[in-house]
């Protein structure tokens, strides 16, 4: 499909009039978490609002980030990135800068380059980074990119990335930078929350080597800088994270997404998102498009209430979890698992279907044995 086609084909399913919502690193992390489904990589990809839609289908998301958090965490940003970014650029040198390749002396505190970003709309602000990134390594020198534009081709739909800064060190080595509001207490931070970052910062590497693979001496780091609050103040600390094993994962994962068109052309004709659509209408176009439900959604998606609510209509097995749908086999639904535990479905012979028989004859026999009115837990 021609670019200016597929452009017009997502508006019409955006709805009239509707921008749309630029995908960011974190809606990637997640969404490579989760290739197979399908209808979010067509929502995200064509700019689609999944909270006005969720909400427009009665099942509103509290998936987000609080305003106070929000707010509090542009604060702690602002404090690391002052003067020039003098306390970022200490601690990027305290923690990898010596590393990071011969000929890298400290950088001189107020002596940092920081060049002016501002372009036209996200694709002229992804070329004005490139030609900085392109400058700052010909010069040789310390600088600090301040929330750059990054571009990376998702399901054939362009997706434009704005990392918190990207440092270029004196011998080209180009290296990531993410500052997060939650606590680093005894230099170690909640581990859950590092993970999330770390996936969120492989997305910025791999858009960032697209630039690097284009500059001559240029080459991006596979560990980043993480910057948390210490302690419980507001003082910044950093650690290095490696995020070559996130970077891989994500990356495979992005090449697996069906493309974008495909999955529009995929649709009935007349299909839209608009909001402004009655609720039956918008839950029928939702339902054209095949999800692959998880628990783990919930953390990630403002539609997963929606998708959650529909897998427990239908009974699904992935509802109970990924770990649970890999171990039930050909088994897809609730039913089909308790019929084959109870002798009245499934073919005998197979391993499923016999481990299913054995844990149900186990706990028949333990709640046989067990005294009258005590609780059996199994």
Same mark, same amino acid.
């Given at each position: 499909?021609?670019?200016?086609?597929?452009?017009?084909?997502?508006?019409?399913?955006?709805?009239?009039?509707?921008?749309?919502?630029?995908?960011?690193?974190?809606?990637?992390?997640?969404?490579?978490?989760?290739?197979?489904?399908?209808?979010?990589?067509?929502?995200?990809?064509?700019?689609?609002?999944?909270?006005?839609?969720?909400?427009?289908?009665?099942?509103?998301?509290?998936?987000?980030?609080?305003?106070?958090?929000?707010?509090?965490?542009?604060?702690?940003?602002?404090?690391?990135?002052?003067?020039?970014?003098?306390?970022?650029?200490?601690?990027?040198?305290?923690?990898?800068?010596?590393?990071?390749?011969?000929?890298?002396?400290?950088?001189?505190?107020?002596?940092?380059?920081?060049? @002016?970003? =501002?372009? +036209?709309?996200?694709? $002229?602000? #992804? /070329? &004005?980074? !490139?030609?900085?990134?392109?400058? *700052?390594?010909?010069?040789?020198?310390?600088?600090?990119?301040?929330?750059?534009?990054?571009?990376?081709?998702?399901?054939?739909?362009?997706?434009?990335?704005?990392?918190?800064?990207?440092?270029?060190?004196?011998?080209?080595?180009?290296?990531?930078?993410?500052?997060?509001?939650?606590?680093?207490?005894? @230099?170690? =931070?909640? +581990?859950?929350?590092? $993970?999330? #970052? /770390? &996936?969120? !910062?492989?997305?910025?590497?791999? *858009?960032?080597?697209?630039?690097?693979?284009?500059?001559?001496?240029?080459?991006?780091?596979?560990?980043?800088?993480?910057?948390?609050?210490?302690?419980?103040?507001?003082?910044?600390?950093?650690?290095?994270?490696?995020?070559?094993?996130?970077?891989?994962?994500?990356?495979?994962?992005?090449?697996?997404?069906?493309?974008?068109?495909?999955?529009?052309?995929?649709?009935?004709?007349?299909?839209?998102?608009?909001?402004?659509?009655?609720?039956?209408?918008?839950?029928?176009?939702?339902?054209?498009?095949?999800?692959?439900?998880?628990?783990?959604?919930?953390?990630?998606?403002?539609?997963?209430?929606?998708?959650?609510?529909?897998?427990?209509?239908?009974?699904?097995?992935?509802?109970?979890?990924?770990?649970?749908?890999?171990?039930?086999?050909?088994?897809?639904?609730?039913?089909?698992?308790?019929?084959?535990?109870?002798?009245?479905?499934?073919?005998?012979?197979?391993?499923?279907?016999?481990?299913?028989?054995?844990?149900?004859?186990?706990?028949?026999?333990?709640?046989?044995?067990?005294?009258?009115?005590?609780?059996?837990?199994?």
């Amino acid at each position: 499909m021609p670019a200016t086609a597929l452009r017009q084909r997502l508006a019409e399913l955006r709805g009239p009039s509707v921008a749309p919502l630029p995908l960011d690193a974190r809606a990637l992390a997640a969404l490579a978490a989760n290739p197979g489904c399908k209808r979010r990589a067509l929502l995200d990809g064509a700019g689609v609002n999944k909270a006005a839609l969720a909400t427009a289908l009665g099942s509103p998301s509290g998936f987000g980030q609080s305003q106070f958090a929000f707010m509090r965490g542009n604060a702690f940003e602002a404090r690391v990135k002052a003067d020039g970014g003098t306390e970022l650029m200490r601690l990027l040198y305290e923690r990898k800068g010596a590393g990071a390749g011969p000929g890298c002396e400290p950088p001189v505190a107020g002596e940092t380059h920081v060049p @002016d970003l =501002a372009a +036209a709309g996200p694709e $002229g602000r #992804a /070329a &004005r980074t !490139a030609l900085a990134l392109r400058e *700052a390594t010909a010069a040789g020198g310390w600088t600090l990119l301040d929330h750059p534009m990054l571009a990376l081709e998702v399901a054939g739909s362009p997706a434009y990335l704005e990392p918190d800064a990207v440092v270029v060190h004196p011998d080209g080595h180009w290296t990531v930078v993410e500052i997060k509001s939650f606590p680093m207490i005894d @230099d170690s =931070a909640d +581990a859950a929350k590092v $993970g999330a #970052a /770390a &996936r969120q !910062a492989a997305v910025y590497v791999l *858009a960032l080597e697209r630039v690097a693979a284009k500059v001559a001496g240029a080459r991006v780091g596979h560990s980043v800088l993480l910057v948390c609050p210490k302690d419980f103040s507001n003082l910044p600390a950093a650690s290095v994270v490696d995020v070559r094993k996130q970077r891989s994962v994500t990356r495979r994962q992005l090449e697996r997404l069906t493309r974008i068109e495909d999955l529009a052309d995929a649709l009935p004709e007349g299909t839209t998102f608009d909001v402004d659509r009655p609720a039956e209408e918008l839950a029928a176009a939702v339902e054209a498009v095949e999800a692959a439900y998880a628990p783990e959604c919930l953390a990630a998606c403002e539609l997963a209430f929606h998708c959650r609510a529909k897998a427990r209509a239908v009974g699904a097995v992935e509802a109970l979890g990924r770990s649970v749908r890999g171990e039930l086999g050909g088994l897809t639904t609730i039913g089909e698992v308790l019929a084959a535990a109870e002798g009245t479905a499934g073919d005998p012979a197979d391993p499923t279907v016999a481990a299913l028989r054995r844990a149900a004859a186990l706990r028949t026999e333990a709640l046989a044995g067990a005294p009258a009115g005590a609780e059996v837990r199994c």
